[in-house]
């Protein structure tokens, strides 16, 4: 999300079903809006369920493999950043069904998102994903990297803006 040639470049490793991932969100989104032009977001699953996950062993969270793969997909049809929001917006609303509801809500197509969320394309994504978190040292959600530089937390909007403005 925003410029392929800002000078910043936060690189977001969340969980759809950690509540402090849905804080980070809204946070970073308030970060873009200030820095329309300054800063781009790159997002990575790191999903806290031992279903995608081989860092972590239980399924903390039961629908975070499932939100992983539906962003992914989303993704593939330009809709990512519309179904992330939702996503984050109803967390607490998740059950079976209840996220591939959210992105056809938020304009993903059903059909192909279905097809798409069940290929080893969006599993070895998420996988992808998570192994690159795990090579970053990543512990806990929300961790960002900030032109390399790891931020854990969901740390307060004036927080990012001394960075920001610091880099």
Known sequence: ???????????????????????????????????????????????????CNRKMNRSMHPYACEAAKTTYCAHKQGKFQAVYENLFEHQASFAPGKIAELAKDAGAEPTALASCVASTEASTAVERDVEEGIQLDVASTPTFFINGRKVEGALPPAVWIRLIDKL
């Open 1 to 51: 999300v925003g410029p392929a040639n800002a000078p910043i470049t936060i690189v977001e490793f969340s969980d759809f079903q950690c509540p402090f991932c849905r804080i980070g969100a809204f946070i970073i989104n308030s970060v873009l809006n200030h820095y329309p032009t300054q800063v781009r977001m790159v997002f990575r699953n790191y999903p806290l369920d031992s279903g």
